[in-house]
């Protein structure tokens, strides 16, 4: 096949759209062209990039009350017929039956009832966009506000309460509550404890330095801290470079740990949690490890008895050469069944046509799919499959 | 794909006349139908009305929605049939000239915030249309086909032609 043929099907063949014999020719001319290789790698450079771009975008106003009133003046192909066929039927039974002219009348009372109904519904509707009732609406939506602010900002949040430990003993002295925007700071001999009402206890480790932001928010600068929610009611948020980390179900026990270079590392030992970066959601269970780069990006969560082999392909992959397939087919094949959750949070991270690849390794290793997952539903990411799907793998792990 | 049982539900109400079902649908797929409007029309005010004028004749044809296709992917093929409807009456151009300055602000924000909407943005509008049914929304040459009227040997070139045109920005 010359190259100008090839050149006009490379878009077919990256779509794979092509039939097997020339699939295999353009392969073999691509492996021998440059100049084919570099546009099929920037074709797939583009693609990526057209992945990462949002799918939904919420409007700024409530476009609903428009389509509604136009909707009640249109009829739906549906009622169109409906009513034709109870014409059709009404006229039919009254040369059968006059007896059946009280049905009949019942049948145009409902409809007219239904209608009025109707109307009264466009009314109140019409009525609320008129300046009196409007701004009786827009009072009493600006107390609810005031009423907000008020128990936000005046209304103080519960308190958190500090001990300072020596590291070498075990008694402690009691600092006091920490305030908002408060911050710890622990030197090379001392440690905290914070023992929060509803998001459990914290343990500041030596040299680290940390700050309340809210009831339930804190900021990780540097050191490491300890989560342990065994009697918490409420979620706790752990802010640390470039990412948020919360539970994902109110309890268990993790601990985070910013080193020098900003380099954050979670381990969990009991429990779900769920790590943001980048509006990406990354589920870490217990027994597993998650790196976070603030430069070169979010690691993927690994067992911690993972083989060595496996963590360097998952780190070569997340960090030195993110989104190259050679590096993604080392992490693939490198999996045992106890890494399925590595590659589950793989799969929101690959392209639409890599996650195929990603789908026939997690079930090669877990064999078939639970009931109600499909390969389909996994491909789209599916979020009722995909929670389905991870329920389904921590009691494998 | 198989569609959610909730959807299922809500669609066949809707298909009897309930409007509570298909308020439901739509609060529950907006958002993706809106960034749709906004991405083929260019324009947040056009992509407002474009929007509205989407769920009027989704409601006037939902009895012809059968199973074979989702819900989500009814109504895109609708938002686009209604945009390449609204572009041959030319009441589109009328419409962007109403934009009021906030509408603007936000429309400046979203197309200049990533390079690449800029310049898909920048496309002509069928090369535009093209791509963004095909790579952005998934939908297959069949069914682009039965929207534009365009034969598939058409809308591959066009395609190609939009990918190498964004290809040469991204590698700028």
Known sequence: MTH????????DYFDENLDIEVDIETQNHISECADCSQ????????????????????????????????????????????????????????????????VIEQKKIEAEDLLNWEKKKVEYLTKLKTPQVRNTLIGVLSACLIF?????????????????????????EILGELPDDGIIKSDAITRFEIHTPSTGVLTIAPNSRIQKLQTDKVQLYAGALTANKENATKPLTIVVPSAEIKDFFVGGHYRAVVDDNNITS??????????????????????????????????????NTSSTVFIDAVNNYCFQ????????????????????????????????KQRDMVIYTMFGLLGDPPIGVTDEGLRSLNPEMMQKLIEEIEPEI | MQENKLIKALVLNAQLGNNSAFEQLYQMTVPQIYILTVRLSGG???????????YVNAWQKISQKDEKTTFLNWLKIIAAST???????????KISSENDPQTKENEEVFFNQQPLEKAIRALEFVDRFVLILHDLENLSFEIINKITSLSINDLRSK??????????????
């Not at chain 1, 009133?69 to 039974?93: F, N, R, V, Y």
Request: proline letters at 3%; a negative charge; hydrophobic letters at 40%.
């Open chain 1, 4 to 11: 100008d043929k090839v050149k006009n099907i490379l878009n």
């Open chain 1, 39 to 102: 546009y099929l790698y920037s074709l797939q450079d583009l693609m990526n990039k057209v992945e990462k771009l949002p799918r939904s975008l919420k409007p700024h106003v409530d476009y609903w009350q428009d389509i509604f009133h136009e909707m009640s003046s249109i009829k739906t192909d549906a009622l169109k017929q409906q009513e034709e066929i109870q014409l059709k039927e009404a006229g039919q039974q009254i040369k059968q039956d006059d007896t059946d002219d009280f």
């Open chain 1, 148 to 172: 907000f602010l008020y128990i936000t900002f005046f209304l103080k949040g519960p308190s958190w309460e500090v001990k300072k430990f020596q590291v070498s003993g075990s008694t402690h």
């Open chain 1, 266 to 303: 979670i381990n969990v030992s009991d429990g779900w949690v769920s790590i943001i970066f980048n509006d990406i959601e990354t589920i870490v269970l217990s027994n597993h490890t998650c790196k976070i780069h603030p430069d070169s990006g979010m690691g993927l969560p690994y067992l």
């Open chain 1, 321 to 352: 050469n993110p989104n190259n397939e050679e590096a993604l087919i080392a992490v693939l094949t490198k999996a045992e069944k106890s890494n399925v959750l590595t590659l589950w949070n793989l799969l929101k991270r690959v392209s639409r």
């Open chain 2, 44 to 54: 947040l005010t056009l992509a407002g009305t474009l929007t509205k004028k989407t």
């Open chain 2, 83 to 93: 945009v390449l409807e609204e572009m041959g009456r030319n009441t589109l151009e």
């Open chain 2, 159 to 172: 395609l190609m032609r939009s990918r190498e045109n964004l290809m040469i920005i991204v590698e700028e």
